[in-house]
């Protein structure tokens, strides 16, 4: 033991450092085991730092250095059991209420009152557009395109928006505080955290009448890569954290509660370490594209049809929006503020690169009729008075996404692909335009649907 202390330090503290990381780094990094909450290495076998036990010297000196030395990858959560099922039901159906309850919520307030509970977001496109053009008076019906519909933005900036808005209209003197049901609305969750058993109870305690989730449902159900890496996150010291350099979220299925929305949990993180990298990687077929089922509400109406279906016949239109939505969320995380270059999301393909090919195809078809869409709007050769009636019309696909799929195809510090995509070239928006030149939104529209790539996808 004297002669091991002696002989290691009394070598230089660079080479000492040197013996450290080599000793330290394993090929292929540590992956998370979610059963015991504790890292292994990459090939399963149990991480050996017993170097720390010579001497205490030799344990500060190799503190945290383990984690310095190697990535973490973190994959998918298969769940046993009902919780995580309910969870992904339960939230969105929290998320539908808390939508209807602001589409209701003049009704409850005179015009002052609600120009005082609205102030605060004004300065946001989206609330106050939403608050001019899509309130209804007591009584009338909210078409069902409508209710359903999103504001063009990331989807979780809609939801943040819409809770902050009701939070505020609970301060104000002329909300009634015996509206229970109303105040209980106004209770928001982190999707990307893990459900306790009350988390479960509150929500069912706001649904009428029964639920169960469907069988189904309870054996797809999965917490995303993001979820686990939050979760060990937090269950280990700041002092340990600080040393973690490469976080890799390995997306490998589809997962619950707008799992593109997940990284948003690590907000806390890369604030609190500045070195920490995390790449958020997306398996295109298995995770973005792969739903094959309706998921249904609580209360039996679609809630959200899924892209991809073997019986689809208009299947390529509606790859799409999936794909929005993770390079929105991206984006979004970015607002939030990170350090520079500390995310990245990758998109990985299939087996099969014709079928690549042919989903990336869909998709820039996509990018290149909301430019043109947009630039005829911005050249004053198209007029829709109503935001809500430009994000219907499928010429548009989500504020800022062409740009955001440009960024994809050809590569970015934020967005990458593991396959070539094409890009839009300029000469396909110049056709668009041409063609449409003079043209009402319905024709537009009506030209797309008629220039939409073929529905199925090839065979490999």
């Known amino acids: 033991m ?84 309910m969870y992904d039901d339960l939230i969105k159906e929290h998320y539908q209420s808390q939508t209807r309850s602001l589409m209701y919520i003049d009704q409850q307030f005179t015009s002052r009152a609600m120009d005082d509970i609205t102030r605060p977001h004004l300065h946001n496109h989206y609330i106050r557009t939403y608050l001019n053009e899509q309130r209804r008076p007591f009584g009338q019906t909210i078409p069902a395109d409508e209710l359903g519909q999103g504001w063009g933005c990331a989807p979780s900036l809609q939801r943040s928006l819409v809770a902050s808005t009701l939070e505020e209209a609970t301060k104000h003197p002329e909300f009634s505080s015996g509206d229970w049901f109303a105040r209980q609305l106004c ?98 077929w298995h995770t973005m594209f792969n739903h094959s089922t309706v998921r249904v509400t609580l ?27 993770w390079l929105a969320e991206a984006r979004e995380l970015m607002a939030r503020h990170i350090p520079a270059g500390s995310f990245r999301l990758t998109l990985e393909g299939g087996l099969c690169p014709d079928e690549d090919h042919w989903a990336f195809e869909a998709v820039m078809h996509d990018a290149a009729w909301q430019i043109a869409f947009e630039t005829a709007l911005a050249q004053g050769g198209l007029t829709i008075p109503r ?35 094409p890009v839009v070239e300029e000469g396909v928006v110049e056709a668009i335009l041409a063609e449409n030149e003079g043209r009402l939104p319905a024709e537009w529209q009506q030209n797309w649907f008629r220039h939409r790539p073929a529905s199925a996808p090839p065979y490999c």
């Open 387 to 421: 935001w809500a009636d430009t994000i219907k019309n499928r010429c548009f696909v989500r504020v800022g996404f062409p740009e955001l799929y440009q960024e994809l195809a050809t590569g970015s510090h934020l967005l990458k692909c593991n396959f070539e995509i």
């Open 187 to 284: 209770t928001n969750f982190e999707p990307w955290a893990v459900p306790s058993s009350d988390d479960i109870a509150w929500l069912l305690s706001m649904v009428q009448g029964d639920y169960s989730p469907t069988d189904d449902s309870c054996r797809r159900a999965r917490y995303s890569a993001a979820t686990a890496a939050i979760a060990f996150l937090w269950s280990i010291s700041a002092d340990m954290r600080v040393h973690i350099r490469k976080v890799l979220l390995d997306e490998d299925a589809s997962s619950i509660a707008f799992p593109e929305c997940h990284a948003e949990g690590l907000l806390p993180f890369f604030r609190e370490n500045p070195r920490l990298f995390v790449e958020r990687k997306v398996h295109v």
């Open 299 to 325: 209360h039996g109406a679609a809630l959200h049809q899924y892209p991809f279906d073997e019986e689809d016949d208009d299947a390529a239109t509606r790859l799409v929006k999936p794909l929005s939505i």
């Open 2 to 85: 004297e002669y091991s202390r002696s002989h290691i330090l009394g070598i230089p503290r660079e080479l000492r450092n040197q013996i450290y990381k080599n000793y330290t780094r394993v090929e292929g990094g540590y992956i998370y085991d979610p059963d015991n909450n504790t890292m292994v290495c990459s090939d399963g076998t149990t991480i050996d730092l017993a170097l720390m036990f010579v001497c205490q010297q030799i344990a500060s000196e190799l503190k945290g250095l383990a984690f310095e030395h190697n990535s973490i990858t973190f994959r998918t959560v298969p769940m046993v059991g009902r919780r995580a099922a």
